[in-house]
């Protein structure tokens, strides 16, 4: 059976104690960037995971994803510097390894990570959600950096997963990548490339592993395709499939805002069934929920209320799909 999860902080926090509450024992982490090393320099050091790891158990969490990563811009671009970025990422595979973490959820998004251009956007009964409108980016000022394109994304991409896919497949860790969002190309003058089905397949075909596969987050994919069922069917007979970020949208790949998890435009129930039909029993977290009345927009897609609710349907869909 498929595994709920959900994204807890390294530290714990109210949501560990509201999530504990919604019958959640799995835990996608980040990283100990902040912790006190003692000796050690990294994030990616053994034992700054080893306390991390132990903090999520005590709490009576098994840390099954580590959905955070260290820098990487260099190794995108193909900077000088970026071996010493590999080396880094290979350490934490080795250490996840070790420590017996089975999934790294990674992304290829290069000078900065998700885009929205609205985080207030009017929802359901007043509760606001993240939009983006690529309209409105049309004279957005290339990154400091400047332009790249995606045949130069490709090719570093693969210098990268020829040092990292051989490190994974010895200590037993997934590389699940997770798509550009939102998925068009350019942005700001940069290239996006993991944006399509057929893009996802070259990712997979480029260097033919167990190791190398996906995060289906489901707010991307549905922008790429109109049969999301579909997609998860292909990728899961290929076992590919390694995470599950479950969410919807409204709208299409230039102009989309985020929806409650039984309001958006994919057939939620469809996809449950599909993850069912291709034996699927690795992890699915909520993601990009609502900022209702009472919480806090700070984090806009991640406040606690909604993610709540997030969870009541998802181990309802869980529920009545898997106990059919």
């Known amino acids: 059976m498929i595994k709920i999860a959900e994204s807890l902080p390294p530290n714990p926090s109210m949501l560990w ?21 003692n000796g050690s320099d990294s994030a990616c050091d053994y034992l700054p995971l080893l306390r991390m790891k132990q903090r999520y158990e005590d709490a009576g969490f098994k840390l099954e994803v580590i959905e955070a990563r260290p820098p990487l811009n260099l190794a995108k671009r193909g900077l000088p510097g970026r071996d010493q970025e590999i080396d880094e990422a290979c350490k934490l595979i080795e250490n996840m390894g070790r420590l ?25 009964g007043g509760s606001v959600v993240t939009s983006y409108d690529h309209a409105l980016m049309e004279h957005a000022p290339n990154t400091e950096l400047g332009p790249i394109s995606e045949e130069e994304l490709w090719v570093n991409l693969e210098y990268f997963l020829k040092r990292l896919i051989p490190v994974a497949e010895k200590a037993g860790v997934k590389l699940a990548m997770h798509p550009d969002d939102p998925p068009r190309s350019p942005i700001r003058g940069v290239g996006r490339i ?54 919807d949208v409204r709208g299409n790949k230039d102009k989309f805002e985020e929806t409650w998890h ?21 992890v699915l977290r909520p993601d990009h929920v609502p900022t209702v009345a009472g919480d806090s927009n700070e984090n806009a897609g991640y406040s606690a209320f909604g993610r709540l609710y997030a969870i009541g349907y998802i181990r309802g869909l869980r529920e009545v799909v898997y106990k059919a």
């Open 100 to 124: 017996g973490i089975p999934v790294w959820c990674y992304e290829w998004m290069t000078d900065f990570n998700w885009m929205r251009t609205a985080t207030t956007t009017p929802s359901r």
């Open 17 to 37: 104690t509201l999530s504990k509450q919604c019958g959640i024992d799995h835990a996608v982490g980040g990283l100990p960037f902040n912790e006190p090393f």
């Open 262 to 282: 039984d309001d958006g435009k994919t057939d939620m129930t469809a996809c449950m069934q599909a993850y069912k039909d291709i034996g699927f029993e690795g």
């Open 194 to 247: 993991m944006r399509t089905v057929d893009n996802y397949q070259r990712l997979i075909d480029m260097i033919p592993s167990p190791v190398n596969g996906v995060t289906l987050c489901q707010g991307n994919f549905t922008l790429m395709t109109d049969d999301l069922p579909s997609v998860i069917r292909h990728f899961g007979k290929q076992n590919k499939i390694f995470f599950v970020h479950f969410r």
